[in-house]
């Protein structure tokens, strides 16, 4: 297939750049002595996010508002007239996961992301796990919609052997004489963190094997920079430019990670630039190219503060003409809170994931319940909860179903959420639980993208030490009146529909035999606890206690009432953990999550 360019895509810049871009297009430009400029604006994550929501890391009751797409818009304006004042070519990227996590995107099964990708005029888009969720045909149509190069090497069609219909391999970018290649990956373990039903059809390759023939490709076609849009988290970035040299810049996505300035790694060593999440940064590079090869030399993060870059007006109108059929039905009041609930940090307790926990047990009749750690989307905060905020929280088409496990198989579950890598909390990990969660945060914090998901319960208490065997980990498990699970006796357990399914490596509980589908959502249910409890009162109480870990609440606001969790998360009975050793490389994934 011959590599797509530029050139065929020229109306993703403005009409009054056009006449530039066609000379420097068309005329043979001789290679100058004189570096070439780019500049990268990327974000990624974006989850449907496209109007301005309160900052989630704000410790002010009224919190500055951040990002969508008008901001963005505003931004992007001010940024590539800079660019194009030095000389420089700006380029607009996205990593992937434009789809799942509003109500809006989820209405018009991604039309509305697409619709505003184009209105941007971003330069190219790879492709995330979320991006299958609302089916392959889905998919396939939004693809055929865009008008930027969808890029991605990894994801095949078993049917064909060939990539999804109009995804490109790479894109080859040429200004003034020199050649930025990109292109994109996703992570491998998709269908294991994805819907069945939405795996059908395809094989996702192993990203370092492709890229072997993918990244030779590019330089034999006159690449002289090779950008990576990875769609595979920080963890898997680190560790695949540890076996290569080959890749010049990664701008990554998947794992949520917030940077202030890329991380390096590799022994080139390689920028590794990833752009948060939820529609709130940008990140800024600025690439010089040389004949055959070039160098990053300059970084910025840029949050989309509305107080920095006001909403644009042109792309405003078009986000509020999207959102205005269903925005009455989400601006419902369901009640109020009294509480900043938050995921908190992994590996440790949950007051959100708990709280969802206890709806769907309540209205299932369930002895007990589970809520996937990655199945928390959004942060409660005090104050007045609309629909649209459990929504946000809870995105997915999830519905409530209860499994009849016995006590030894509720022990497995557990064991195996927690028998798998454990890596000391560190500063940047503790800067993220600060931002975020208003936490404090000492000891060993849980791996993400591991083969087991992490598991908050309802109704159950579990004490364990992440540094005993695998599989022997839990030291006390009792149920919430404090009466230990019988072996051989049967409960009932509340999964939502993806955890019952076999997701999140729990592949076993697909096999359950004794099941009852409820038929209804996860979010229906904590709306209607919503509104009966007339909002929520307080926090619920801790289920899970890590003897290893030792997370407190931040100093009190100046209202008096102390954010995020309610006491400190120690095991009954103990004494706190010293913080472990911070001998871990630099992690700014903290509690974030591989959604």
């Not at 930027?148 to 200004?175: D, H, K, M, Q, S």
């Not at 809520?371 to 999830?398: C, K, S, Y």
């Amino acid at each position: 297939m011959r590599p797509p360019t530029l050139r065929r895509h020229l109306p993703l810049f403005a009409p009054a750049l056009l006449p530039v871009l066609l000379l420097a297009l068309s005329l043979a430009t001789p290679l100058s002595a004189q570096p070439v400029p780019f500049v990268l604006l990327h974000t990624s994550d974006t989850h449907g996010h496209m109007t301005p929501q309160p900052d989630p890391t704000s410790t002010e009751l009224e919190k500055p508002l951040i990002g969508g797409f008008a901001a963005a818009a505003t931004f992007l304006h001010q940024a590539k007239l800079e660019a194009w004042r030095q000389g420089a070519l700006p380029l607009v990227f996205d990593a992937g996961d434009f789809f799942q996590g509003t109500p809006i995107v989820d209405h018009t099964k991604g039309a509305c992301m697409i619709g505003l990708m184009n209105h941007l005029r971003v330069t190219a888009a790879g492709i995330g796990n979320h991006d299958f969720d609302y089916g392959l045909p889905v998919l396939k149509g939004a693809i055929r919609a865009a008008r930027f190069p969808v890029v991605n090497c990894n994801v095949f069609e078993t049917a064909t052997g060939e990539l999804l219909p109009r995804v490109r391999p790479y894109v080859l970018i040429p200004w003034k004489g020199r050649t930025l290649g990109v292109t994109a990956v996703l992570t491998a373990q998709t269908p294991s963190i994805a819907l069945p039903e939405n795996m059908v059809g395809l094989e996702f390759r192993d990203p370092g094997t492709i890229l072997d023939r993918v990244i030779p490709a590019m330089r034999r076609k006159g690449a002289d920079f090779i950008v990576l849009l990875s769609h595979l988290g920080i963890e898997e970035d680190r560790v695949l430019v540890s076996r290569r040299s080959d890749i010049d810049l990664i701008l990554g996505s998947h794992s949520h990670t917030p940077m202030t300035a890329p991380e390096f790694g590799g022994l080139r060593p390689t920028p590794i630039f990833h752009a948060a999440y939820d529609n709130r940064f940008f990140t800024k590079t600025t690439v010089v190219v040389e004949p055959g090869r070039g160098r990053a030399i300059d970084f910025h993060s840029v949050p989309l503060f509305l107080s920095d870059f006001p909403e644009d007006p042109e792309t405003r109108d078009l986000v509020a003409s999207y959102m205005a059929p269903i925005d009455r039905i989400m601006k419902e009041v369901l009640g109020r809170s009294e509480v900043d609930l938050v995921r908190g940090v992994i590996g440790g307790d949950s007051s959100e994931g708990s709280f969802m926990g206890d709806a769907m047990r309540r209205y299932s009749g369930a002895d007990f319940a589970f809520m996937n750690f990655g199945g928390v989307r959004f942060p409660l905060f005090r104050g007045d909860i609309t629909a649209e905020h459990i929504f946000t929280l809870q995105p997915f088409p999830n519905t409530v179903e209860v499994l009849t496990l016995t006590g030894a198989q509720v022990r497995q579950l557990i064991e195996q959420s927690l028998s798998v890598e454990w890596t000391p909390i560190n500063a940047a990990d503790q800067e993220f639980a600060r931002a975020n969660f208003q936490l404090e945060a000492e000891g060993l914090k849980r791996e993400f993208n591991t083969a087991f998901g992490y598991l908050v319960p309802a109704n159950l208490h579990v004490t364990f030490d992440p540094t005993r065997p695998p599989m022997d980990r839990i030291v006390k498990l009792t149920d919430g009146a404090g009466a230990e699970l019988e072996p051989a006796r049967d409960y009932q357990v509340a999964f939502n529909s993806y955890l019952a399914g076999g997701g999140d490596g729990f592949t076993w509980l697909k096999q359950i035999a004794k099941r009852r589908e409820t038929g209804v959502l996860v979010r229906d249910m904590i709306m209607r606890m919503i509104r009966e409890d007339k909002g929520i009162a307080r926090l619920p109480e801790q289920r899970m206690f890590n003897l290893k870990q030792t997370v407190r609440p931040m100093a009190r606001t100046a209202d008096g009432a102390a954010p995020g969790m309610g006491s400190a998360q120690t095991a009954p009975g103990t004494t706190p953990p010293a913080a472990a050793p911070s001998a871990a490389p630099a992690c700014h994934q903290g509690a974030a999550a591989a959604w």
